[in-house]
């Protein structure tokens, strides 16, 4: 008999790595470990050959949890600007408020540039 693996609560209603829905492609994800592993300052410059199938659905889930985490931030700053709808600056405004996205604050620049261009 086969042992559920230590990642099979990450999937939702009963799906499995090979057939549940995904947000992202895993594919693309799988690609992107092993460019970062490649280009990562390890001591192998090969990068990892080898990705179980579980880490990119592992890393799926996470990117969900982040995206829906950040959009609650950005919705937040969206509502006290009295407005329906999320705008770049309203991202902004949660990266630069929010001390857990204290890593992005590079990405996102302090203002929008006055010539009308998007503030990332």
Do not use: Q
Not at 28 to 34: A, E, G, N, S
Not at 77 to 97: C, N, P
């Amino acid at each position: 008999m086969r042992l559920p693996s230590p990642y099979s609560g990450v999937f939702r209603g009963g799906s499995t790595a090979r057939t549940g829905p995904h947000a992202l492609p895993l594919a693309r994800i799988k690609k992107i470990m092993k460019r970062s592993a490649r280009d990562g300052s390890g001591g192998d410059s090969a990068g990892a050959r080898m990705i179980s199938c579980e880490a990119p659905v592992v890393f799926s889930s996470a990117c969900e949890l982040f995206v829906a985490e950040l959009t609650r931030a950005a919705w937040d700053s969206t509502l006290e600007g009295r407005r329906r709808t999320v705008h770049a600056e309203d991202v902004a405004a949660a990266v630069r408020d929010t001390n857990v996205f204290d890593f992005l604050v590079d990405v996102v620049k302090a203002r929008p540039s006055d010539d009308g261009g998007s503030c990332f």
